[in-house]
């Protein structure tokens, strides 16, 4: 025999954004205990609302599955006495197992007797064990937030105020702050009525009659078929973005969608900043046209049904009006300052204690781009568009605009700059400094924005390094990996000629002029940051599907030059692919045994002809003069398979060259000729990669 | 319905469900929140409800009558239970209908919003209840006020009045509204509202202001020192207030502010724990007369 059973805990408005969490949770932790309570059931369905979290549970079974098992204990020796009585060790076994001593018998195991028992326990009723289970089930879901009401010392997202328990048509009895179970939920606030749940297969439907669709599904499509019918009748592209779509469908009990409009003359706003404003504020969808232009309507949900839609969107017009005239009044009053005005405000905005003012900040930001510009070779034009984009990039942080809605930092940047006469170059570098805003984003496309956020970034970095504010674990409070990140994949975007260590170089000297206590040494800060680029590169490699021992081999070379690392990676990949790998693998013993003995050699790489006892040593030699041209050449001109090529070529002259001599030769003159050979070899195929690394 | 009878509709609406209706506090104040009414009553076991209008001060927000949303003064109408009720979201619903809002006819919904005041070292959970839109009361179950944990929890309502009469009389500026029959809100504030501006913003003298926080901060301190907890208060107000016309007139630094902010902050906090150790040497007088009305 099976029954259903549902528990549904009816709360206060949940925040949105906990709400599918928490169902998440509930099903998850509903099946773990049913799991480890021997309950068998055919499904297990949750279900959330604004005001409700519930799960059922379908075909639950009536009893736990009886358990049979043999236990083992301790072995015979220690179980009886030389008499064959009992030990203590024996008797007590037999209590924990819950049998009589008389039960207990033996079993060979491995060539050692041992004692046993047969542990068994009939399923309790499923009946008997909920109102102790469900109570504890509903009070461990976990929220980001928990507040406390009442008079009750219980911490949940919100107050509790029904419950239903229902096993078949049976009320589970139990009580939370107050509140016992029933079969009776609530319907919509204003739509429903209460409405009692007979069994717990009703539910949906029932809750369906009372104006509440509790399947989080059927919510979602009843949104989207809303959204696209007023589409359709209107020839309207309706933006839905899913992190909006996910917010109102936890607002909502009853979506009924509906459309408002605006006045026209809004539209002389840049559209990112209506589109904020009446997403960030309103959560309204906006509207465009089919180039993607916006028009002056707006898309929103409401709590309800379709009874007085024109009252709902004219009163939701009035309050788009006000945000939009705000927001209007800000666009006016930032353009009457200029950027010197703005500027000199920031000299008052404190960046972080003690990395000093927001003005602080952008002085080293362009004290760092001038130097990346001039490392870069860049051409007269860009490096004066590199130096004004510093200078300016952080002036819009206060304007009115800016402080309203942070995330238009760097767009209105943009905007207000082409206003203020400032070259359009500098005015989409602005903007593109902050690039890659988040793990999808494109870095920045123009390489003034590319060299003055890499400037950002890194000053960023670097402070926070310096004064040991370094991400451990999931603690990365100022996103400093995301911002590394974000270097890595524009310099590859631009393929620009900038190592590593030159990047931490420079910004390490500013931050070092900039007369500020150092409060950690150069050299630690310095070593923490090639190991946390070199992670941000491992990730470039895995997203690029390089097989992990090619990576840990070309990180044993290491990351310097990111851009050359990945080509590295790439050339060692198609080189070792299946067909291939067998030809390469002559080459990959050879630099193995090339790099091992080369680490007997001491520092010298002085390498003497005349020392040369056999001709396969001159002809190593000669081998490895002509490869290191190639390699050289290719290295610079950053072809990397020709250079892998071209080492790979060394694999006949140092096999024919082992074959030939004994390295570690009686005479030490000859010996450390060898040695310094094979060191200089080694020099080249280690800055490829460790070879030693890759799996056979 | 105007200004006026929507008040006292609130205030009947409150009274009925058995609050004490009292008056505006007498001192400056940013918010209902402030008034001794809220912030001490609300710590400690006994219970408490009250309801009142209340007109607040927030001198950055003067726009000398010009702006048809922002005031350097509007009123909210403010509503404590301690402990919070089971049914007060219903309560709070059935007192819009007194005023004329039919939940049919509008998109009501409970918005998520957490609520902070760090210079009363206060905090609650709840929401920002919409209209239609339109952010009409702020609905908080305080979990901390004074630095200290509330139990039982009280809840806090407040109305923004301004705002749900402009939805009611359908008017898009503040000062058409119409506060009696015949005579408008700008009739009554928007003289007021400029004078209020010009002196925050051009004329208040940024010396005499800065004196009279340190005198207004040590008077606290003096009234603490015997335990005069309202009066002390009433001093942790006026700072406050002081500290807000400082700001809107530009003379606070952002390191400054800090120290200002935690000034008032150790008064709030010390006033608070004071009282509740008062109370509690008094017996908590009202936790005996709701066990005897109960009992």
Not at chain 1, 469 to 493: C, E, F, K, N
Request: aromatic share 8%.
């Amino acid at each position: 025999m099976a029954k259903d059973l549902l528990l549904e805990i009816g709360l206060e408005e949940v925040p949105a954004r906990f709400v599918r969490g928490a169902m998440d949770q509930l099903k998850d932790k509903t099946e773990k205990w049913l799991d480890a309570s021997r309950l068998s059931y055919a499904a297990v369905r949750a279900y959330a609302t604004p005001r409700r979290l519930a799960v059922v549970v379908e075909g639950l079974a009536d009893k736990q599955s009886d358990v049979n098992e043999e236990a083992k204990g301790p072995a015979r020796k220690i179980a009886q006495d030389e008499n064959g009585a009992w030990t203590k060790a024996a008797l007590g076994f037999a209590r924990s197992q819950g049998v009589e001593p008389e039960a207990l018998f033996f079993k060979e195991l491995g060539g050692v007797e041992y004692v046993y028992a047969i542990k068994s326990s009939v399923g309790v009723e499923t009946a008997g064990l909920l109102p102790e289970a469900l109570p504890t089930l509903a009070t461990s879901l976990s929220f980001p937030k928990n507040m406390r009401w009442g008079g009750y010392d219980l911490r949940y997202v919100r107050p509790i105020r029904w419950l239903i328990a229902l096993h078949g048509d049976e009320v589970v009895p139990f009580e939370i702050t107050g509140v016992r179970t029933g079969n009776v939920s609530r319907g919509h606030r204003f739509l429903g009525a209460d409405t009692t749940i007979a069994v717990p297969s009703d539910y949906v439907a029932k809750l369906r009659e009372q104006r509440v669709l509790v399947d989080v599904e059927e919510r979602k499509q009843a949104i989207l078929a809303g959204i696209n019918g007023l589409a359709a009748e209107r020839g309207w592209h309706i933006a839905v973005k899913d992190d909006l779509l996910e917010e109102v469908l936890f607002l909502v009990e009853t979506p009924t969608v509906l459309s408002g409009s605006f006045d026209a003359s809004f539209l002389n706003i840049p559209q990112e900043v209506l589109i904020t404003s009446m997403r960030e504020h309103q959560r309204y969808f906006p509207v465009l046209n089919a180039e993607g232009k916006l028009q002056p309507h707006f898309v929103t949900v409401r709590n309800g049904d379709a009874a007085a839609l024109e009252t709902v969107a004219k009163g939701n017009e009035k309050v788009l009006r006000a945000r939009l005239s705000d927001a209007k009044f800000f666009y006016q009053e930032d353009q009457k300052g200029g950027i010197p005005s703005f500027l000199a405000k920031l000299e008052n905005i404190v960046y972080h204690e003690e990395l000093g003012t927001v003005a602080d900040k952008v002085r080293r930001v362009r004290a760092i781009a001038d130097k990346l510009a001039q490392q870069l070779h860049a051409g007269e034009e860009t490096r004066q568009d590199v130096s004004r984009t510093a200078d300016i990039c952080k002036f819009d942080l206060v304007t009115q605009m800016v402080y309203e809605f942070p995330e238009l930092q760097g767009i209105m940047g943009a905007d207000y700059a082409l206003k203020f006469g400032e070259r359009p170059s500098v005015a989409r570098a602005i903007n593109e400094h902050y690039s890659p805003r988040n793990a999808n984003d494109a870095p920045p496309a123009s390489l003034v924005g590319a060299v003055v956020g890499i400037a950002d970034k890194i000053d960023t970095i670097v402070g926070c390094f310096s004064i040991g504010i370094v991400p451990t674990g999931s603690q990365d409070p100022y996103a400093l990996r995301r911002q590394a990140a974000g270097i890595v994949s524009t310099l590859l975007a631009h393929g620009l000629e900038l190592t590593l260590s030159d990047l931490f170089r420079i910004a390490l000297g500013v931050h070092a002029e900039s007369g500020r206590a150092q409060k950690r040494e150069a050299f630690d800060v310095l070593k923490d940051l090639g190991e946390f680029f070199a992670l941000r590169v491992k990730n470039v490699l895995t997203e690029e599907q390089i097989r992990y021992d090619v990576v840990d081999a070309i990180l044993g070379a290491g990351a310097d030059d990111v851009r050359r690392t990945v080509l590295r990676a790439q050339a060692l990949q198609a080189a070792t692919a299946e067909g291939r790998k067998e030809a390469f693998r002559p080459a990959v013993e050879a630099f193995n045994r090339v790099c091992n003995l080369a680490a007997k050699a001491d520092d010298s790489r002085q390498v003497d002809a005349r020392l040369f006892m056999d001709a396969a040593e001159g002809a190593l030699y000669e081998a490895w003069q002509h490869a290191h041209g190639i390699v050289t050449k290719a290295a610079a001109e950053a072809k990397m398979a020709e250079a892998l090529d071209a080492l790979s070529g060394l694999s006949g002259p140092v096999t024919a060259f082992f074959e030939a001599v004994m390295v570690m030769a009686e005479d030490e003159a000859i010996r450390r000729n060898r040695l310094a050979l094979l060191a200089t070899i080694a020099d080249d195929v280690k800055s490829f990669a460790d070879f030693a690394k890759l799996n056979g | 319905m105007n200004f006026q009878q929507m008040t006292l509709t609130l205030q009947q609406f409150w009274a009925e469900q058995d609050c004490i209706v009292v008056q505006p506090y007498d001192t400056e104040k940013g918010a209902g929140t402030m008034n001794p009414m809220t912030f001490l009553r609300t710590i400690g076991p006994e219970p408490w409800n009250v309801a009142y209008v209340e007109p607040s001060r927030r001198p950055a927000d003067g726009r000398y009558g010009e702006n048809p949303n922002r005031l350097y003064q509007h009123h909210q109408f403010q509503v404590i239970m301690k402990p919070s009720p089971d049914n007060i979201q219903e309560l709070y619903l059935e007192s819009l209908k007194r005023l004329g809002i039919d939940p049919l006819q509008h998109d009501i919904r409970f918005v998520e919003d957490n609520w902070e005041a760090p210079t009363l070292g206060a905090w609650g959970l709840g929401w920002e209840v919409w209209l239609d839109g339109m952010e009409i009361t702020q609905f908080t179950y305080f979990q901390q006020v004074g630095g200290i944990d509330c139990h039982p929890v009280a809840v806090e309502i407040t109305y923004g009045m301004e705002r749900l009469a402009s939805y009611i009389q359908e008017k898009e500026n503040v000062f058409d509204l119409e506060w009696v029959n015949g005579v408008t809100y700008g009739d009554v504030f928007k003289h007021p509202e400029y004078e209020h501006s010009k002196y925050t913003f051009e004329m208040s003298d940024v010396a005499m202001l800065s004196q009279l926080f340190s005198t207004y901060e040590a008077e606290a301190k003096r009234a603490m020192d015997e335990n005069l907890v309202f009066p002390a208060y009433d001093y942790v107000l006026k700072c406050s207030h002081t500290f807000n016309l400082l700001d809107a007139r530009g003379a606070i630094s952002v390191t400054e502010r800090t120290g200002y902010i935690s000034r008032v902050r150790n008064l709030a906090r010390a006033v608070a724990a004071t009282f509740l150790q008062e109370r509690e040497r008094l017996g908590f007088p009202l936790l005996k007369k709701g066990e005897e009305a109960n009992g």
